[in-house]
């Protein structure tokens, strides 16, 4: 279907999407502008990395502009190093009306495909219409049995951040 002002055509209206069909994968080469003090990836260049990764996850499965809302348990295991190549996967795992939670992990990967994991985090992204209002989104289809964990494990996490805002209201 067309729209008449733009021209462009318009997305269908999904109801419901895969984890599959959101799934992001991303590869860096560490470069000189992207080290620390101490030699090491800087931790902000990895952070906006991530959030990029949780963005495009969010889009995918929204179909439509979104935010960053909050990030959860971001974690770092290990550094990584110049000439080393970063790997960042990024998943939905859990989905609400308008929010949705995405799973980034990040890997350091050598020359022999071998990765370990340096990073950790839970972004919550909010889908939002042209005038920066929220939105619904699609319900997730969850396929596998750790799809099905990571879904109980975000409704954990929602609970925890739901919990903290009410703390937060009531000046605890």
Partial sequence: MENAESGKEKPMNIEAKTVDES???TVHIVRPNHLNGANRLFGGILMQWIDEVAGIVAKRHSMS???TASVDNLTFLQGAYQNEMVVIKGKMTWVGSSSMEVCVDTYVENHLGERVRINNAHFMMV????NDHPVRVPRLILQTEDEHLA???GEERRRIRNQRRKDKLDGI
């Fill in 127 to 130: 889908a939002l219409d042209e």
């Fill in 151 to 153: 879904w109980a494990h």
């Fill in 65 to 67: 502009n979104v935010t």
């Fill in 23 to 25: 799934r992001v994968e």
